[in-house]
């Protein structure tokens, strides 16, 4: 997985970009987040919060487009909601269906004061 592939879409931001508020973090289910054209998915998965470019790589559609109910109830799975491709939630590694072989391309975030910022 090559963990730097979030800097090669278009309009991806520079370190310290804010994406919300640190009490807004899901923490259960998902989150869109449109950055000036920069698309995040924030997941609160079954091993904390975790980013991810909301592009699904097949069709390179937001993942939650469809449904925003994408993330199984123990938070391990996301599920495309366009054409029911699977994700480890906590890697973006794909599992099934139209997700096997590829992967969601994490984005790097941390706490800085109140807000989740990349980087
Ligand atoms: S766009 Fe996600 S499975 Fe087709």
Do not use: K
């Amino acid at each position: 997985m090559n963990h730097d592939a979030w800097r090669d879409f278009p309009g991806a931001p520079g370190a310290g970009a804010r994406i919300c508020r640190a009490v807004d973090v899901p923490v259960s289910g998902v989150a869109s987040h449109d950055l000036d054209g920069f698309p995040v998915l924030l997941v609160a998965s079954a091993e904390g919060v975790r980013a991810y470019v909301n592009a699904c790589p097949h069709q390179y559609l937001p993942l939650d487009w469809r449904s925003g109910n994408i993330l199984s109830a123990d938070g391990a799975t996301l599920r495309c909601s366009n054409h029911d491709a699977g994700f480890d939630a906590c890697t973006g590694q794909g599992l099934d269906g139209l997700g096997q072989g590829c992967a969601l391309d994490p984005v790097p975030v941390h706490i800085a004061g109140d807000w989740l910022v990349i980087g």
